[in-house]
């Protein structure tokens, strides 16, 4: 059977200068997951309007369940408008309140989140009470737990995010999140360092950071890597950084060695940038296919 993963959190339109598109971490990566053939299910809200209908149309297009998606009548559907300019690190101002701020401990979610494999979480599902004290009774029972860190300020705390790396076997996080994180406790601007600080302060198994352009780096048991970045010609870097979670986590899942598991993580990303949107479809074979076309070594 399959490893059941489940992905927690926000599910919004991404509202761009002349179009909309589906967005939301926990949605972009369970898309991914399901390009890769996983049993990935998203844990949400939407409201009852038209933007709702819209994406649980999207989801099941994609081959996501929408069991675990509530609907509501009291609020929207989440909207986050982004800013493009810098085509290499887009912003957004996502407005709040909305629909998933208020995920419920719906009947048989503990349930379910128990007998999954891996349990996918971000901070900014935390910004509302009502999803962050649903977050917390998930996170108490789920098997193995991935944080992707995904800091967009105004809407997380210093304490709130170091209580989700505390609760983590996993984080995967940018380079401007780890900077700003190792400058909360101490200022460490070199890369190995500062996230053995990250890896030992929240005793994590594993922690990704991801450089842009420039790939990847990996700590775990094992020891440290890098991976150099896939020149390629960005199309967006919108969910860029959710398929290599997703890619990452694939080649966990199938025991693959890290620098195995770096370089195909950086490859998606690298890939999904050449793309437009946060969910473009494509196989494992896709992915092998453009890594053996732009191979460069780890380190």
């Known amino acids: 059977m399959k490893p059941t993963v489940i992905c927690f959190g ?13 967005g939301g971490a926990p949605m972009n990566v369970a898309a991914h997951l399901r390009n890769f053939g996983l049993n990935a299910r ?19 297009q994609k081959g996501i369940s929408t069991q675990l998606v509530q609907t509501g009548q009291s609020h929207l559907t989440g909207v986050a408008k982004a800013n493009v300019s810098d085509s290499s690190e887009v912003t957004y101002k996502i407005v709040m309140p909305v629909a998933w701020d208020y995920i419920r401990l719906a009947p048989g979610l503990v349930e379910v989140v128990r007998q999954s494999d891996y349990f996918i979480y971000g901070s900014l599902a935390a910004r509302s009470h009502q999803t962050h004290v649903t977050l917390q009774t998930l ?29 983590a076997d996993m984080a995967k996080l940018n380079e401007h999140e780890l900077i700003e994180i190792t400058d909360w ?3 460490e601007t070199d890369l190995r360092p500062a996230m053995q600080q990250v890896y030992d302060r929240y005793q994590l198994e594993t922690l990704c950071v991801t450089l842009g352009a420039d790939g990847a780096a990996l700590l775990d048991q094992t020891g440290f890597y890098t991976q150099s970045g896939f020149p390629v010609e960005v199309a967006d870097t919108i969910g860029s950084g959710d398929a290599f979670l997703a890619a990452f986590l694939h080649k966990t899942i199938q025991n693959e060695p890290p620098r195995n598991k770096l370089a195909f993580a950086c490859a998606t990303g690298a890939y999904v940038a050449t793309q437009q949107g946060a969910t473009p479809s494509f196989t494992e074979a896709t992915i092998g296919s453009f890594l ?8």
């Not at 108490?140 to 505390?166: C, G």
């Not at 076309?293 to 380190?299: H, I, K, Y």
């Open 10 to 22: 926000e599910v919004l339109w991404d509202v761009l200068p002349t179009s909309k598109q589906p």
């Open 42 to 60: 998203l844990i949400s809200r939407v409201g009852t309007d038209e933007l709702g209908r819209e994406l649980l149309d999207f989801l099941e």
């Open 139 to 167: 996170l108490a029972v789920a098997k193995k737990k991935v944080f992707d860190v995904n800091l967009r300020a105004p809407h997380y705390t210093q304490e709130v995010v170091e209580s989700l790396l505390h609760q």
């Open 185 to 187: 406790y101490q200022s």
């Open 292 to 299: 053996e076309r732009s191979a460069v070594p780890g380190c």
